[in-house]
């Protein structure tokens, strides 16, 4: 996996999830890359690693989403 994300930039960070009970990857995962392209291409792109097929989703931090969150309450607020 690692080697295949590099084309699209520098991997910073990459957690496969496994299963407590079977030990096996469970199919899901994350990835923290530092990208080399534009973003569109690597979200437009079908990506085939070794046969399988994976979907790439960008994921914000808690962190950002409160603060995203934060901000559109403070454009829709109403004084009376």
Request: aromatic fraction near 8%; charged fraction near 30%.
């Amino acid at each position: 996996m690692e080697t295949y994300f590099a084309s699209f930039g520098e991997v910073l960070e990459l957690a496969l999830i496994m299963n407590p009970k079977t030990n096996r990857h469970n199919g899901r995962g994350y990835i923290i890359l530092s990208p080399t392209v534009n973003q569109n291409k690597i979200f437009g792109t079908k990506h085939i690693v070794r046969g399988v097929r994976i979907d790439v989703y960008e994921c914000g931090s808690s962190d950002e989403e409160e603060e995203k969150k934060k901000e559109e309450e403070e454009e829709h607020i109403s004084v009376r």
